[in-house]
């Protein structure tokens, strides 16, 4: 059972840097610009997904529990049609000094819902379509395969693929009907500005880390993309428990 | 005292809403959480208040016909009650009267003035305040505050006074849902009780505000915030 001991700490105070929450608790608008706490923009790809909430789940012993959840739901239209949900464009760089972002996703067990052809990015990019980004970093599935990727324009892309997560199958892909925690975090100098180290957490698990080449300048903004490439039409579901950035800056110090 | 919350939803839920805002109070433009309004007869007159040490706003009822009030509420049945630690604060002050000014606030499913079936809630019923524990799958459990120095005769809420509300919930029960309930004011204990929620009964976060003059009249309700957390283990 979950206790009261905070486990991870955040800035509480812009002075000590950014902590940013989308919890899905919220009203009953999921349209563009409305959807969920922080009212994220939503661009169509080419065929937009259906928005909904889900309603409360519970957990064995707390653990599981789901308070907030947004379902992405395919509209049945063509291959590689999806949703983007972003934050203001290029509103967001990468700084060195530790930060990170989490989010829990799950592919639901509805009929006709499967892993095949059923893709998302998550994180900071500047991709609002399926096309992979320039810029950010972001843990990708494609079709349940987990990836997290450190993208620059400036200095090349670095890629941790996890081998060995043990709540995924083989180490490397989602299972259907099973939640799985993301938790992305980095920190130290990597001379040009931006962060030197990156990690990867799936489920608490240390999936794989590797170091970034990101500049500072390079800009990005929060992301949740959903997509399908079944070649063909399809309807294919998401559900979102939460995301979550956060950066620590020294915003005192002249 | 400072009150530890989940800092981030890796270790649970931390929903706050204190009413600093823009200027709307409209349905699902209220507040910082954008609440929905859902109105109880004739609709309610809420604005911002000026002035606040931190944002609050005043609910008027419509002083049409008894029953007369709105609920404020976040998406229906989005929530359930889970085991292990949780609760949510508030404050509130029945600016003009107490006879007939009635609220409950907290995590139900009902968004009427009539009782809910599930739900964890401080009910005012003329200022008299309880803590309800209600189940649909088992028993409802209440418990009447006393003894509490800055309510009338340790139960009732004094006019035009702010009063800080907390409701904490622990433990386990054995249907997955919190096992121990226990309800402060102005940061007394008021009073406890067990927890029969079954962890797949649906909630909202609520906040529920009427009248029951038995004709018309208008009640002022004033709100300064509302915070709901739960711990949970997300990884």
């Known amino acids: ?254 | 005292m400072p009150y530890d919350r989940p800092q981030s939803p890796l270790d649970g839920v931390h929903w706050v809403e204190d009413f600093i805002s823009n200027d709307s109070v409209a349905d699902a433009a209220l507040g910082n959480q954008r609440m929905e309004i859902v109105t109880i007869g004739n609709a309610s007159t809420i604005t911002n208040l000026t002035a606040t040490d931190g944002g609050a706003i005043h609910i008027v009822t419509a002083a049409t016909a008894d029953g007369d009030g709105c609920v404020l509420r976040s998406f229906t049945d989005g929530l359930v009650l889970n085991g292990g630690a949780g609760g949510f604060s508030f404050r509130a002050k029945l600016v003009d009267q107490i006879a007939s000014n009635n609220f409950r606030v907290g995590l139900d499913d009902s968004v009427t003035a009539t009782s809910p079936t599930v739900g964890i809630w401080v009910d005012c019923d003329g200022g008299v305040i309880s803590l309800q524990v209600d189940s649909a799958d088992s028993s409802d459990l209440a418990i009447a505050a006393s003894g509490v120095s800055t309510l009338t005769s340790g139960t009732t809420m004094v006019v035009a006074t702010w009063h800080t509300f907390r409701v904490e919930w622990s433990g386990s029960n054995s249907v997955g849902g919190p096992r121990f309930v226990e309800l402060f004011v102005d940061g007394e204990a008021a009073g406890s009780c067990l927890c029969n929620i079954d962890d797949d009964e649906e909630v909202e976060i609520k906040i529920a505000h009427w009248q029951d003059s038995g004709g018309a009249l208008a009640v002022e309700l004033d709100l300064d915030f509302l915070e709901y957390w739960q711990w949970i283990d997300r990884e």
């Open chain 1, 1 to 254: 059972m979950a206790d009261t001991a905070t486990r991870f700490t955040r800035p509480l105070s812009p002075l000590d840097g950014i902590r940013v929450i989308e919890d899905f608790i919220c009203n009953d608008a999921a349209d563009d610009a409305t959807v969920g706490q922080l009212d994220w923009e939503l661009d169509a790809i080419t065929t937009a997904d259906v928005e909904s909430y889900v309603t409360g789940q519970s957990g064995a012993a707390g653990i599981g529990v789901t308070n907030g959840v947004l379902r992405l739901t395919g509209a049945g239209a063509a291959d590689g049609t999806g949703s983007s949900f972003r934050s203001f464009t290029d509103g967001l760089v990468i700084n060195q000094g530790a930060g990170g972002f989490s989010f829990r996703v799950r592919y639901p067990e509805i009929t006709g819902n499967a892993l095949a052809g059923n893709n998302f990015r998550i994180g900071l990019d500047d991709s609002v379509t399926a096309t992979a980004p320039g810029s950010g970093i972001t843990v990708a599935s494609d079709a349940g395969v987990i990836t997290c990727t450190a993208w620059s324009n400036d200095h090349g892309d670095v890629t941790i693929t996890p081998t060995a997560a043990p709540t995924l199958t083989s180490g490397t892909t989602m299972t259907l009907d099973v939640w799985n925690t993301f938790r992305v975090e980095w920190d130290g100098d990597n001379g040009q500005g931006g962060p030197r180290l990156f990690y990867l957490y799936v489920d608490g698990f240390l999936a794989g880390q590797d170091f970034l080449t990101l500049d500072d300048d390079e800009e990005v903004e929060l992301k949740i993309v959903h997509w399908q490439d079944t070649g063909g039409a399809a309807s294919l579901e998401l559900d979102l428990d939460f995301f979550e950035y956060w950066q620590w800056i020294d915003r005192e110090t002249p």
